[in-house]
């Protein structure tokens, strides 16, 4: 199946800090998906991106889906302890359907 | 509130027993889902299902079952015949008017094989 390359794997940072981590593909996808995950809990979605370049922001977060449709960007700036958690990108690729691919995950660790 | 309910959230299981993964949801959302979430790896599909009484299998089906006989309603179970079940399970539904992506999650289900 698809396969998505999401990095880095972790991040340890420090609070007030801005914060970039990336998702990679071999294949065109046609909708990109960023979520986050607290512990114990299930991811929420954050934004969602439909067009080629298309930048959005929510609140502190910026996500892209990039111009050649294999990849897509999510920054956090000026991060803040509550920002810890599991970010998770996800995609439709062009013949998928409607079935997600996700990422392997970027684990988001803030010290204050 | 609606939402979607996932029970029981950690669950211990014996090699060889089969056991259930109750997923309820009461936001009349036609689509239910199961994923599979290891340490470091990305979910993956299990089963999923867009109507009552219909499922397709995902990715990593084998060794898994699913029924949908209420819309409300998508149990997993995991048999004996699944070689490493110990895992994070999610269960996820949407609209099927909304944009794939709006995928609304329960909070886990943690299983371990002793």
């Known amino acids: 199946g698809q396969q998505l390359n999401q990095s880095p794997q972790s991040m340890f940072i420090q609070e007030g800090e801005d914060v970039s981590m990336n998702c990679t593909s071999s294949s065109i996808f046609n909708t990109w998906l960023w979520y986050k995950q607290e512990p114990g809990e299930g991811p929420v979605l954050l934004i969602a991106?439909?067009?080629?370049?298309e930048l959005t922001s929510n609140g502190r977060l910026t996500a892209q889906f990039g111009i050649t449709r294999k990849d897509s960007f999510l920054n956090i700036s000026a991060s803040i302890p509550s920002d810890v958690g599991i970010y998770f990108c996800a995609g439709l690729a062009l013949n998928a359907g409607n079935m997600l691919t996700f990422g392997g995950g970027t684990r988001l660790m803030v010290k204050p | 509130d609606g939402g979607i309910t996932q029970s029981p959230k950690y669950l211990f299981r014996k090699e060889g027993q089969n056991v259930t993964l109750s997923c309820e949801q009461n936001?009349?959302?036609?689509?239910m889902y199961w994923y599979r979430q290891d340490p470091g790896q990305g979910l993956r599909l299990i089963y999923y299902?867009?109507?009552?009484?219909?499922?397709q299998k995902g990715d990593i089906a084998e060794g898994y079952s699913v029924s949908r006989e209420k819309k409300e309603s998508f149990p997993l179970t995991v048999t004996s015949a699944q070689k490493n079940p110990t895992a994070f399970y999610l269960c996820?539904?949407?609209?099927?008017?909304?944009?794939?992506?709006?995928?609304?999650f329960g909070e886990g289900s943690r299983l371990t094989v002793l």
């Open positions: 936001l009349n959302h036609d689509a």
């Open positions: 991106l439909y067009k080629a370049g």
């Open positions: 996820a539904s949407r609209h099927t008017g909304l944009p794939v992506g709006e995928l609304f």
């Open positions: 299902s867009q109507i009552v009484n219909d499922f």
